[in-house]
């Protein structure tokens, strides 16, 4: 019995290509909140945190260093990164950006310094150079800023635990908000930083 060749990959092939990347992809993110939520329930410091300051506390305790809130304008294609320095990480978000987005992104970032994520090498970031670095965040060696801000991303499985991380960390801490304490606001406050 002759063998036969396989069909050209049409309209038909192409749909149920596009459905199976979509249940990978609903796997991808089931996976990552489920490690989300484990981390935020079995640790002690992120279980018991009310306010923006207790994940920070929790991280800082982690990492046994100081964590640095930075507020300053950013290119608009940049809403926040951090950076590991020797005895203190920073957390720089755009000062621009409105509350939410700042306390979400300040969130994915302190979920990149918690996993020690590595930043990758990547090109030049617009209207960003070591001078207009050293004006906005003196203090912090502009190459270590600029290979952050140059990185083309993460890997997709820490990007996706990041952005995962961050969603549910602030709809836990908006819950504990709308009881009146306010710990959204509370992370433009956080030791003072200015964000």
């Known amino acids: ?55 920070v506390g929790a991280v800082e305790e982690k990492r046994g260093r100081r964590i640095v809130m930075v507020g300053v304008p950013l290119p608009p294609e940049v ?23 700042r306390a979400h992104a300040t969130l994915h970032e302190l979920f990149h310094l918690w996993e020690e994520h590595p930043a990758e090498e990547g090109g030049h970031a617009p209207g960003m150079d070591e001078a207009t670095i050293r004006l906005l965040l003196p203090g912090l060696r502009p190459g270590a800023v600029l290979k952050v801000l140059t990185r083309s991303h993460y890997a997709q499985r820490a990007e996706l635990g990041a952005e995962t ?13 709308a009881r ?16």
């Open 165 to 177: 991380f961050a969603t549910l960390m602030l709809q836990r801490l908006r819950l504990s908000g």
């Open 79 to 101: 809403s926040a990164f951090c950076v590991r320095g020797h005895d203190r990480d920073y957390v720089v978000v755009d000062a621009q950006a409105g509350e939410l987005t």
């Open 1 to 55: 019995m002759p063998l036969k060749e396989p069909r050209p990959a049409g309209a038909r092939g192409r749909r149920a290509a596009g459905r199976w990347a979509a249940v990978r992809e609903r796997g991808h993110l089931w996976a990552a909140a489920r490690r989300a939520r484990r981390l935020i329930h079995r640790d002690p410091g992120l279980k018991g945190a009310g306010d923006m300051a207790a994940v």
């Open 180 to 195: 009146g304490d306010e710990p959204v606001s509370s992370a433009l406050a956080h030791r003072s930083a200015g964000v």
